[in-house]
C-alpha cells in the first residue's frame, strides 16, 4: 500500500471512529434517560462538550510531570484511532489488512488503558495515583480473559494467520463465530471485557465518583480532557465493531449486508448500556476475583470446546 | 443522700436501680415526662456516676451539652437507656471564674471531642483530658476568646466593603 | 458570540462546594440533579473535579476555615466559569449576618471577588430555594452571557 493511501484510510478512519464514537456516547446517554423515565439530552450533546472542553483553560497542577500529564491523551487517542482505522479498512477491503492484524489490534487496545494510568500517576495527586493504581488491577484481570476468547474463535475457525479479513471471511461462509457454542461463551466473556475497558458499571471503578472525585481524571481540564473524553468515545465505538468482526459475522458496508450491521451494532450498545444501569458498582477485589476465577475459566472452557470442535 | 424527690406517681424502675448504687451521690431526681429523668449531682461525683450508668447499668453516652449560666457552667451528661427507652440526664455544674470539671475521657473514650467542644465554645476546663486542643474554632482564632459564653460580644451589624 | 461562550452555553458541568451549610440547600441541589427535573436536557451534568466544572454551586455563609479553600477550588475552576450563590445563606448570610467564625472578608461573593474582582456570580436566594428556582436561575444566567 502506498503512503498516501495509508495517511488516507488514517485519516478517514479516525474521522468516521470519532463521528460514530459522539454518536454512541449519544445512544448511551438517551438510553439510560429512558430507562429513568426521563427525557435525555440532544443529539449533538456530546459534541457539544468536546467543543466545551476546547474552549476552556488548561491547568496542569504545580507537582505534575508536565510531559506525560499533557502527552498521555495523545498517546491513548493514537492508539484508538490506529484500531478504528484497521477495523473500517477491514470491513471496507477485507483480505487487504497485513498479516497479524489481530495481534496488532489487541495490543492497541490496550494502550489507552495505560494511558489512563500514565496520566493518573503524572497528576501529581493522590486521586490520581489511587485511581490509577485500581485502574492497573483492573487491567491485570480482564486481559487474559479477552485474549483467551478471541483465541478461541480463531482456533474454532482453524485460522492461525491472525488476520482479522480472513476470519470475516470465513465467518460468511460458515456463519457467526457466535452460533456456534464455543463461540458464544467466548462472546458472553468478551462483551464483560469490554465492559471493564470502557469504564462502565459495575467496573468503573478507576473513576468511581462518590469515593475518587475524578480518578486519574481528576486534574485533567479543557483541551486534555476533550482529548480523554474523545478517546474514551471512540472506544465505545471501536469496541463493538470489533465484538461484530470477531464474533458476530463481520462488518459489512455492503447494502444490504449494512441493515444487520447496523442492527448488530445498535443491540450490543444497548445491551452494554442496560448492564451499565441495572448493576451497583463492584469493589475492586470484587472485581479482580470475579475476573480471574469465573470468567477466565468460562474462557478456558470455550477454548477447550473450540478445540474440540463445538 | 436524696434530699428530696420530686417524682411523678409512675416512677421509671431505672430511677430505683440508680439509686441503690449511687444514691448518696445524687442531690435530686426529677422525672417532669414519662422516661425523661433529670439527676443533679455535686461536680465532684461525675465521674462516679458516669462509671456507674455507662458501665454497670449498659447506658449509652448520647452527648454532653453545656450552658453558660451567669455565674456557673452547667455541664449537663445525657445518657439513653435504649433497652428501657429512657433517657436520664446527669446536670452537674463549675463555678466561674475558670471552670474546672473532671473529664470523662479517661473512662468513655467518646466523651473526648464533645469535651474539647465544649471547652472551644463554653471555656470549660476539663482535669485529666487526654489532649485538650482546639477542634472546631479556626486556626486563628484568638486564644481565651468563648463565643458561646456569655462575656463575647457578637460584633453586630457589620458593614461589608 | 464566540463559539467558546456558545459552547459553555450547551453544555455546563456543575460541581458542589458546601461552604458551612445546614445542607438544606445542598439537599435541593442533589434533587435538582435527580431524574423528576432532568437537568442533562441542558446538558447539566455533576462532575468529581473542580477541574471538569463550568459552574460552582456555593451553598453556606462561608466560615472562617472555608473561605481560603473556597478561594482554592475557585481557583482550580478553569475559566471561563460562572459562580451561582444558592440559598439565602451563601448571598447574604441571611439569618447568621451577625454569627461567630464567619469570615472577615464577607459572604460568598466577597470572598470569591477577593480572589478575582472580575467573577461572573449569580444569586438563587431562597431557603433553601425550589429547584425549579435554580433551573429559572441556571437559565438567566446561560442567557445573560
Same mark, same amino acid.
Given at each position: 500500500?502506498?503512503?498516501?493511501? *495509508?495517511?488516507?484510510?488514517?485519516?478517514?478512519?479516525?474521522?468516521?471512529?470519532?463521528?460514530?464514537?459522539?454518536?454512541?456516547?449519544?445512544? #448511551?446517554?438517551?438510553?439510560?434517560?429512558?430507562?429513568?423515565?426521563?427525557?435525555?439530552?440532544?443529539?449533538?450533546?456530546?459534541?457539544?462538550?468536546?467543543?466545551?472542553?476546547?474552549?476552556?483553560?488548561?491547568?496542569?497542577?504545580?507537582?505534575?510531570?508536565?510531559?506525560?500529564?499533557?502527552?498521555?491523551?495523545?498517546?491513548?487517542?493514537?492508539?484508538?484511532?490506529? +484500531?478504528?482505522?484497521?477495523?473500517?479498512?477491514?470491513?471496507?477491503?477485507?483480505?487487504?489488512?497485513?498479516?497479524?492484524?489481530?495481534?496488532?489490534?489487541?495490543?492497541?487496545?490496550?494502550?489507552?488503558?495505560?494511558?489512563? *494510568?500514565?496520566?493518573?500517576?503524572?497528576?501529581?495527586? !493522590?486521586?490520581?495515583?489511587?485511581?490509577?493504581?485500581?485502574?492497573?488491577?483492573?487491567?491485570?484481570?480482564?486481559?487474559?480473559?479477552?485474549?483467551?476468547?478471541?483465541?478461541? $474463535?480463531?482456533?474454532?475457525?482453524?485460522?492461525?494467520?491472525?488476520?482479522?479479513?480472513?476470519?470475516?471471511?470465513?465467518?460468511?461462509? @460458515?456463519?457467526?463465530?457466535?452460533?456456534?457454542?464455543?463461540?458464544?461463551?467466548?462472546?458472553?466473556?468478551?462483551?464483560?471485557?469490554?465492559?471493564?475497558?470502557?469504564?462502565?458499571? !459495575?467496573?468503573? *471503578? !478507576?473513576?468511581?465518583?462518590?469515593?475518587?472525585?475524578?480518578?486519574?481524571?481528576?486534574?485533567?481540564?479543557?483541551?486534555?480532557?476533550?482529548?480523554?473524553?474523545?478517546?474514551?468515545?471512540?472506544?465505545?465505538?471501536?469496541?463493538?465493531?470489533?465484538?461484530?468482526? +470477531?464474533?458476530?459475522?463481520?462488518?459489512?458496508?455492503?447494502?444490504?449486508?449494512?441493515?444487520?450491521?447496523?442492527?448488530?451494532?445498535?443491540?450490543?450498545?444497548?445491551?452494554?448500556?442496560?448492564?451499565?444501569?441495572?448493576?451497583?458498582?463492584?469493589?475492586?477485589?470484587?472485581?479482580?476475583?470475579?475476573?480471574?476465577?469465573?470468567?477466565?475459566? $468460562?474462557?478456558?472452557?470455550?477454548?477447550?470446546?473450540?478445540?474440540?470442535?463445538? | 443522700?436524696?434530699?428530696?424527690?420530686?417524682?411523678?406517681?409512675?416512677?421509671?424502675?431505672?430511677?430505683?436501680?440508680?439509686?441503690?448504687?449511687?444514691?448518696?451521690?445524687?442531690?435530686?431526681?426529677?422525672?417532669?415526662?414519662?422516661?425523661?429523668?433529670?439527676?443533679?449531682?455535686?461536680?465532684? @461525683?461525675?465521674?462516679? +456516676?458516669?462509671?456507674?450508668?455507662?458501665?454497670?447499668?449498659?447506658?449509652?453516652?448520647?452527648?454532653?451539652?453545656?450552658? #453558660?449560666?451567669?455565674?456557673?457552667?452547667?455541664?449537663?451528661?445525657?445518657?439513653?437507656?435504649?433497652?428501657?427507652?429512657?433517657?436520664?440526664?446527669?446536670?452537674?455544674?463549675?463555678?466561674?471564674?475558670?471552670?474546672?470539671?473532671?473529664?470523662?475521657?479517661?473512662? *468513655?473514650?467518646?466523651?473526648?471531642?464533645?469535651?474539647?467542644?465544649?471547652?472551644?465554645?463554653?471555656?470549660?476546663?476539663?482535669?485529666?483530658?487526654?489532649?485538650?486542643?482546639?477542634?472546631?474554632?479556626?486556626?486563628?482564632?484568638?486564644?481565651?476568646?468563648?463565643?458561646?459564653?456569655?462575656?463575647?460580644?457578637?460584633?453586630?451589624?457589620?458593614?461589608?466593603? | 458570540?464566540?463559539?467558546?461562550?456558545?459552547?459553555?452555553?450547551?453544555?455546563?458541568? $456543575?460541581?458542589?462546594?458546601?461552604?458551612?451549610?445546614?445542607?438544606?440547600? #445542598?439537599?435541593?441541589?442533589?434533587?435538582?440533579?435527580?431524574?423528576?427535573?432532568?437537568?442533562?436536557?441542558?446538558?447539566?451534568?455533576?462532575?468529581?473535579?473542580?477541574?471538569?466544572?463550568?459552574?460552582?454551586?456555593?451553598?453556606?455563609?462561608?466560615?472562617?476555615?472555608?473561605?481560603?479553600?473556597?478561594?482554592?477550588?475557585?481557583?482550580?475552576?478553569?475559566?471561563?466559569?460562572?459562580?451561582?450563590?444558592?440559598?439565602?445563606?451563601?448571598?447574604?448570610?441571611?439569618?447568621?449576618?451577625?454569627?461567630?467564625?464567619?469570615?472577615?472578608?464577607?459572604?460568598?461573593?466577597?470572598?470569591?471577588?477577593?480572589?478575582?474582582?472580575?467573577?461572573?456570580?449569580?444569586?438563587?436566594?431562597?431557603?433553601?430555594?425550589?429547584?425549579?428556582?435554580?433551573?429559572?436561575?441556571?437559565?438567566?444566567?446561560?442567557?445573560?452571557?
Amino acid at each position: 500500500m502506498q503512503l498516501p493511501t *495509508i495517511l488516507g484510510v488514517f485519516f478517514a478512519g479516525t474521522a468516521g471512529t470519532m463521528a460514530l464514537g459522539l454518536f454512541s456516547k449519544w445512544v #448511551d446517554r438517551k438510553v439510560t434517560a429512558r430507562v429513568q423515565f426521563r427525557k435525555g439530552p440532544p443529539l449533538l450533546q456530546p459534541l457539544y462538550d468536546v467543543l466545551k472542553l476546547l474552549g476552556k483553560e488548561t491547568l496542569v497542577p504545580e507537582n505534575a510531570r508536565r510531559s506525560g500529564f499533557l502527552l498521555a491523551p495523545l498517546v491513548g487517542f493514537a492508539a484508538v484511532s490506529v +484500531v478504528g482505522a484497521i477495523l473500517w479498512y477491514t470491513a471496507w477491503k477485507p483480505g487487504g489488512v497485513f498479516l497479524g492484524d489481530l495481534i496488532v489490534v489487541i495490543y492497541f487496545l490496550t494502550i489507552p488503558s495505560l494511558s489512563i *494510568i500514565i496520566g493518573g500517576t503524572s497528576s501529581g495527586s !493522590p486521586y490520581g495515583a489511587l485511581g490509577s493504581s485500581r485502574e492497573m488491577k483492573l487491567v491485570i484481570s480482564y486481559e487474559l480473559p479477552l485474549v483467551l476468547a478471541i483465541v478461541a $474463535v480463531l482456533v474454532r475457525a482453524e485460522l492461525w494467520t491472525f488476520r482479522l479479513g480472513e476470519l470475516v471471511a470465513y465467518q460468511q461462509a @460458515h456463519g457467526a463465530m457466535a452460533l456456534h457454542l464455543s463461540g458464544l461463551l467466548a462472546l458472553i466473556v468478551a462483551v464483560f471485557c469490554v465492559q471493564a475497558k470502557l469504564g462502565l458499571v !459495575p467496573f468503573d *471503578i !478507576p473513576e468511581a465518583e462518590t469515593e475518587l472525585m475524578g480518578g486519574p481524571f481528576t486534574e485533567y481540564s479543557g483541551a486534555p480532557l476533550a482529548v480523554f473524553y474523545l478517546m474514551r468515545a471512540m472506544l465505545l465505538a471501536v469496541l463493538p465493531l470489533l465484538l461484530i468482526t +470477531v464474533f458476530l459475522g463481520g462488518v459489512d458496508l455492503t447494502f444490504p449486508g449494512v441493515i444487520w450491521t447496523v442492527v448488530k451494532y445498535v443491540v450490543l450498545l444497548v445491551v452494554i448500556v442496560l448492564i451499565r444501569n441495572t448493576n451497583p458498582r463492584l469493589r475492586i477485589d470484587h472485581a479482580v476475583k470475579f475476573f480471574w476465577y469465573i470468567l477466565t475459566p $468460562v474462557s478456558l472452557v470455550a477454548l477447550l470446546l473450540a478445540l474440540a470442535g463445538y | 443522700m436524696v434530699r428530696s424527690m420530686e417524682t411523678i406517681a409512675t416512677g421509671h424502675p431505672l430511677v430505683q436501680r440508680i439509686l441503690d448504687r449511687v444514691g448518696r451521690c445524687i442531690e435530686r431526681v426529677r422525672e417532669d415526662r414519662p422516661n425523661r429523668v433529670f439527676l443533679e449531682i455535686a461536680p465532684a @461525683h461525675n465521674l462516679e +456516676v458516669a462509671r456507674v450508668l455507662f458501665w454497670d447499668l449498659g447506658a449509652r453516652l448520647a452527648t454532653i451539652s453545656g450552658v #453558660d449560666l451567669r455565674d456557673s457552667v452547667e455541664i449537663n451528661y445525657h445518657f439513653c437507656f435504649d433497652a428501657e427507652h429512657c433517657v436520664v440526664t446527669v446536670k452537674t455544674w463549675a463555678d466561674k471564674p475558670d471552670p474546672h470539671i473532671e473529664s470523662l475521657a479517661p473512662i *468513655i473514650t467518646g466523651a473526648q471531642w464533645v469535651e474539647r467542644e465544649i471547652n472551644d465554645l463554653i471555656g470549660c476546663t476539663f482535669d485529666h483530658h487526654p489532649g485538650l486542643t482546639r477542634l472546631i474554632l479556626a486556626d486563628d482564632w484568638p486564644e481565651g476568646v468563648h463565643p458561646l459564653s456569655r462575656e463575647y460580644q457578637c460584633p453586630l451589624n457589620r458593614e461589608y466593603p | 458570540m464566540s463559539w467558546k461562550l456558545w459552547a459553555l452555553k450547551k453544555s455546563p458541568w $456543575v460541581y458542589h462546594v458546601n461552604t458551612g451549610a445546614c445542607n438544606n440547600c #445542598d439537599i435541593e441541589v442533589l434533587e435538582l440533579l435527580t431524574p423528576r427535573f432532568d437537568v442533562e436536557r441542558f446538558g447539566v451534568m455533576l462532575v468529581g473535579s473542580p477541574r471538569h466544572a463550568d459552574a460552582l454551586l456555593v451553598s453556606g455563609i462561608c466560615t472562617r476555615q472555608a473561605a481560603p479553600r473556597l478561594q482554592e477550588v475557585y481557583r482550580q475552576t478553569p475559566k471561563p466559569c460562572v459562580v451561582f450563590c444558592i440559598g439565602a445563606c451563601a448571598c447574604s448570610r441571611g439569618i447568621f449576618h451577625d454569627a461567630y467564625h464567619t469570615s472577615p472578608v464577607g459572604p460568598v461573593d466577597e470572598v470569591i471577588k477577593q480572589v478575582d474582582p472580575n467573577a461572573i456570580i449569580m444569586y438563587i436566594p431562597g431557603c433553601p430555594p425550589k429547584p425549579e428556582a435554580m433551573i429559572l436561575g441556571v437559565v438567566k444566567a446561560l442567557n445573560a452571557l
